[in-house]
């Protein structure tokens, strides 16, 4: 009977690899979840949403337009509650590339510049794979927010 050696715990793990074509497509998604969020994008600079489910008030997210060219808009979102005078509100900064039809988070608790991997362990003890992780933060918050979510705004009907 041959034995089989237990693999040394502390060997190095293979280096986290960027999923470029996945990092894209999420970026992609996030646009068009965007979108469909800020239909009046164009026109308006801020938005309210009620976050609720079938029972419960969740808060409040809010979206502002901080920065608008040609080609790009950045955007401000944070949620709003009651409970955050003693937990810290989550709060983005992601920049819509109308050009390439993504949006990508650029700004997450207000830290800026998030490389594609990390060396794990960092000083800021980011996790290798950060950058994608706060892409899809926003996406499960984007999703979340269309399933539970509403305009505060009244929403005028035409006559």
């Known amino acids: 009977m041959q034995r089989t050696k237990n693999p040394n715990p502390w060997a190095k793990k293979k280096a986290y690899v960027v999923d470029l074509k996945r990092q894209m497509a999420e970026c992609e998604t996030n646009y068009l979840r ?14 309210r949403f009620a976050v609720s489910d079938e029972s419960l008030h969740l808060g409040e997210l809010a979206i502002k337009v901080t920065e608008r060219s040609k080609y790009t808009t950045l955007l ?15 709060e983005l900064s992601v920049r819509m590339y109308h050009d390439a039809r993504m949006a990508e988070v650029v700004g997450y608790q207000k830290q800026r510049h998030f490389d594609g991997r990390y060396r794990y362990p960092n000083p800021k003890m980011r996790q290798p794979d950060e950058k994608m992780q706060i ?20 929403v005028g009907l035409p006559s």
């Open 76 to 90: 401000r979102i944070w949620q709003q509650d009651s409970w955050g005078h003693w937990l810290s509100q989550p």
């Open 135 to 154: 892409n899809l933060f926003l996406a499960e918050w984007l999703t979340h927010l269309k399933n539970y979510g509403h305009s505060v705004e009244a």
């Open 34 to 47: 965007l979108l469909k969020l800020l239909p009046d994008l164009e026109e308006n600079d801020s938005w």
